[in-house]
């Protein structure tokens, strides 16, 4: 397990107090890299720490230091344990109760700022478990409107919570305003989702999403998507106050937040700047620096020939903030703020001055690094998908698949997850898009079945990284293996691939049919047991004749084959039959087909091919 899949929930700690719970809590424990606290009176194991005491004393000194708590008690003895240290769901820590039947993991408290309900969902899958969650807006297939734009780095701002949230769960009407920031969280709303995005002066509860800051007679709440970038022009040395004071100013004065703000925007020459990078250092802002040759072709309505002759470029501010936003149009031209007093380091009777302008992105600055997931869904049931690959796709903020294989996957799918489909033909687009969304700052999730990398989207998608130069580090990328095709058909006939064998696609879409042939005469002739991947289509119906007549030209027409369509899946179907007899037409793209070698054989209606144990 990759720790990161938890790291959002880090330090992790869990509580056992029973010989049973231990045993169950430990291996998990070393998955999700947590420590396990059991009491002086049980056994100490490998990566266990005891605590002596009560378990209330012990348990409030874990509770403000660590963002996630599993325990393997009963729920009423946990809901007993942490009463008395309930502050407020923004920073008490995610609770989760694991049933020692091992049956149910239960979210138990902050299940959204906490992350209680996530936390849930990913153990459960680490468990084969069943997750419980109560609240109001997962029964209604909502992403709670609290977590909303957690995915895009929105922050929140002033509002009642509470009651809005509570008007969702009644199924009351919400009316949503929107004019900044990804309307991608749309996307995943069930068809009756009770929000309104037209204007209705009759609604009684708002959601606001915007850069400005508003004021409204009722009942609403505020998200800024951080879209807002900060052009900043100052003297050497300009105290952080000053530069502080001035975009506070400009912000007041057109109603902007400061919470919309996704960074500062300057001169190269400035990116030492004690106050800007001592203030973006506090704010958690990024500084973005350009050189005076990329913002002097910016056209900018207030070009100063005093700034050119100055530092190579008529404007810093203005210019820099349309760099970094990527647009043409400022938002608040340059505004110039002077200190009222004058400072010893300088003769301006008036101090000194600081220049700003606001251009607004149209895609917000998450503030995330983004991860792609290349997920292998084996054949398509749950029980056949690595517990690591439901926890990914359990995790990521978008999945993106084959039609098919999505619909294979959907009680993996949770509230509020983006789910984008694709034909079948339409591989290299998925790819680009997700890394289009990885780059922006998403945990993206694409997945193939069988396995990724074996036919499946991981190549291509590193084949895309490279092409657009990735250094290897952002996006992070984690493969995810799978149960293969060829896996799954062999387990369903017997023990076919015991000795050598090699794997061929009969698909000549990406390699010219001539290369398949010499593979498949290579292969014959070898005497490897083979795996015929991509068969036969409605367009492509030759190719599996030539194969079988390659060969028959190398091996007895007794060898036997196995055909299994849709493995493990509710209409899967398996015939075993021989080299001679086998008819492609009964073969489509859903069938993976099976060549034994000369020492192959069906013995009971199972496919053997031997290793030769028994022969030495």
């Given at each position: 397990?990759?720790?990161?899949q938890?790291q959002?929930?880090?330090?992790?700690?869990?509580?056992?107090?029973?010989?049973?719970?231990?045993?169950?809590?430990?291996?998990l424990?070393?998955?999700?890299?947590?420590?396990?606290w059991?009491?002086?009176?049980l056994?100490?194991?490998p990566?266990?720490?005891?605590y002596?005491?009560s378990?209330?004393?012990?348990?409030?000194?874990?509770?403000?230091?660590h963002?996630?708590?599993?325990?393997?008690?009963?729920?009423?003895?946990?809901?007993?344990?942490?009463?008395p240290?309930?502050?407020?769901?923004f920073?008490?820590?995610?609770?989760v109760v694991?049933?020692q039947?091992g049956k149910f993991?239960?979210?138990?408290?902050?299940?959204?700022?906490?992350g209680?309900?996530?936390?849930?969902?990913l153990?459960a899958?680490?468990?084969?478990?069943t997750p419980?969650?109560t609240?109001?807006?997962?029964?209604?297939?909502?992403?709670?409107?609290?977590?909303?734009?957690v995915?895009?780095?929105?922050?929140?701002?002033?509002?009642?919570?509470?009651?809005?949230s509570?008007?969702?769960a009644?199924g009351?009407?919400?009316?949503v305003s929107?004019?900044?920031?990804?309307?991608?969280w749309?996307?995943a709303?069930?068809?009756d989702?009770p929000f309104?995005?037209?204007?209705?002066?009759?609604?009684k509860?708002?959601?606001?999403?915007?850069?400005?800051r508003?004021?409204?007679?009722?009942?609403q709440v505020?998200?800024f998507?951080r879209v807002?970038?900060?052009?900043?022009?100052?003297?050497?040395?300009?105290?952080?106050?000053?530069?502080?004071?001035?975009?506070?100013?400009?912000?007041?004065?057109?109603?902007l937040?400061?919470?919309?703000i996704?960074g500062i925007?300057?001169?190269d020459?400035k990116?030492?700047?004690?106050?800007?990078?001592?203030?973006?250092?506090?704010?958690?802002?990024?500084?973005?620096?350009?050189?005076?040759?990329?913002l002097?072709?910016?056209e900018?309505?207030n070009?100063?020939?005093?700034?050119?002759?100055?530092?190579?470029?008529?404007?810093?501010?203005?210019?820099?903030?349309?760099?970094?936003a990527?647009?043409?149009?400022?938002?608040?031209?340059?505004?110039i703020?002077?200190d009222?007093?004058?400072t010893a380091?300088?003769s301006n009777r008036i101090?000194?001055?600081v220049?700003?302008a606001?251009?607004?992105?149209?895609?917000e600055?998450?503030?995330?690094t983004g991860?792609l997931f290349?997920?292998?869904?084996?054949?398509?049931?749950?029980?056949q998908?690595?517990?690591?690959?439901?926890?990914?796709?359990?995790?990521a903020?978008?999945?993106?698949?084959?039609?098919?294989?999505?619909?294979?996957?959907?009680?993996l799918?949770r509230p509020g997850?983006?789910?984008?489909?694709?034909?079948?033909?339409?591989?290299?687009?998925r790819?680009?898009?997700a890394?289009?969304?990885?780059?922006?700052g998403l945990?993206?999730a694409?997945v193939?079945?069988?396995?990724?990398?074996i036919?499946?989207?991981?190549g291509?998608v590193f084949?895309?990284l490279?092409?657009?130069?990735w250094?290897?580090?952002?996006?992070a990328?984690?493969v995810?293996p799978g149960?293969?095709?060829?896996?799954?058909?062999?387990?369903?006939v017997?023990?076919p691939?015991?000795?050598?064998?090699?794997?061929?696609?009969?698909?000549?879409?990406?390699?010219?049919?001539?290369?398949?042939?010499n593979?498949?005469?290579?292969?014959?002739?070898?005497?490897?047991?083979?795996i015929?991947y991509n068969?036969r289509?409605?367009?492509?119906?030759?190719?599996?004749?030539?194969?079988?007549?390659?060969?028959?030209d190398?091996?007895s027409?007794?060898?036997p084959?196995?055909?299994?369509?849709?493995?493990?899946?509710?209409d899967?179907?398996?015939t075993?039959?021989?080299?001679?007899?086998?008819?492609?037409?009964?073969?489509d793209?859903?069938?993976?087909?099976?060549?034994?070698?000369?020492?192959?054989?069906?013995?009971e209606?199972?496919m053997i091919?031997?290793?030769?144990?028994l022969?030495?």
């Amino acid at each position: 397990m990759n720790f990161s899949q938890f790291q959002s929930f880090q330090p992790i700690a869990a509580i056992a107090t029973t010989p049973q719970a231990v045993q169950q809590l430990q291996p998990l424990c070393q998955r999700l890299n947590a420590i396990l606290w059991i009491p002086h009176t049980l056994q100490p194991l490998p990566g266990t720490q005891v605590y002596n005491g009560s378990l209330s004393d012990h348990l409030a000194t874990l509770w403000s230091s660590h963002r996630g708590l599993i325990f393997g008690l009963a729920c009423g003895a946990v809901v007993r344990l942490i009463a008395p240290l309930l502050q407020h769901k923004f920073s008490d820590p995610a609770v989760v109760v694991w049933d020692q039947t091992g049956k149910f993991v239960i979210s138990l408290c902050s299940g959204h700022q906490g992350g209680g309900d996530q936390l849930t969902r990913l153990v459960a899958r680490q468990l084969n478990a069943t997750p419980i969650i109560t609240g109001a807006s997962n029964a209604l297939g909502l992403l709670g409107v609290d977590l909303l734009g957690v995915p895009f780095g929105w922050r929140r701002g002033a509002g009642d919570w509470t009651e809005v949230s509570a008007a969702v769960a009644r199924g009351e009407r919400v009316q949503v305003s929107q004019d900044a920031g990804s309307s991608l969280w749309k996307t995943a709303l069930p068809a009756d989702h009770p929000f309104d995005f037209n204007p209705n002066p009759e609604a009684k509860f708002h959601i606001c999403i915007s850069s400005q800051r508003r004021v409204s007679d009722i009942t609403q709440v505020q998200w800024f998507p951080r879209v807002l970038w900060v052009g900043v022009g100052c003297e050497r040395n300009t105290p952080r106050t000053l530069i502080e004071t001035a975009i506070q100013q400009v912000l007041k004065q057109y109603h902007l937040a400061e919470a919309a703000i996704a960074g500062i925007a300057t001169l190269d020459i400035k990116a030492d700047e004690p106050g800007l990078v001592e203030l973006c250092q506090d704010r958690n802002w990024p500084l973005r620096t350009f050189s005076p040759e990329v913002l002097r072709v910016r056209e900018v309505p207030n070009p100063s020939q005093v700034v050119e002759a100055e530092v190579g470029t008529p404007s810093v501010a203005e210019a820099a903030a349309l760099q970094a936003a990527g647009v043409k149009t400022l938002w608040v031209s340059k505004q110039i703020y002077r200190d009222p007093l004058p400072t010893a380091s300088t003769s301006n009777r008036i101090g000194q001055a600081v220049t700003v302008a606001i251009a607004q992105a149209e895609q917000e600055y998450t503030g995330r690094t983004g991860h792609l997931f290349l997920v292998g869904t084996g054949p398509g049931e749950l029980d056949q998908i690595t517990p690591a690959a439901q926890t990914a796709i359990v995790q990521a903020d978008v999945v993106i698949g084959y039609s098919l294989y999505l619909d294979l996957i959907k009680p993996l799918l949770r509230p509020g997850q983006v789910v984008e489909s694709y034909p079948i033909t339409q591989e290299r687009q998925r790819g680009e898009r997700a890394i289009d969304l990885a780059q922006w700052g998403l945990t993206v999730a694409v997945v193939s079945s069988g396995d990724c990398g074996i036919y499946g989207m991981a190549g291509l998608v590193f084949e895309q990284l490279r092409a657009r130069g990735w250094d290897g580090k952002t996006p992070a990328v984690q493969v995810f293996p799978g149960i293969s095709a060829l896996q799954a058909a062999a387990s369903r006939v017997g023990a076919p691939l015991m000795h050598d064998f090699c794997a061929i696609s009969l698909s000549d879409l990406l390699t010219p049919w001539e290369v398949i042939q010499n593979r498949l005469k290579a292969a014959a002739q070898a005497d490897f047991v083979c795996i015929l991947y991509n068969p036969r289509s409605r367009t492509r119906t030759e190719q599996l004749y030539t194969a079988k007549r390659i060969f028959l030209d190398a091996r007895s027409g007794h060898t036997p084959v196995a055909m299994v369509r849709s493995a493990y899946r509710v209409d899967e179907e398996i015939t075993l039959t021989t080299l001679e007899q086998f008819n492609p037409d009964h073969v489509d793209m859903l069938t993976t087909v099976i060549i034994g070698n000369q020492s192959t054989d069906i013995y009971e209606n199972w496919m053997i091919t031997p290793r030769g144990y028994l022969g030495q």
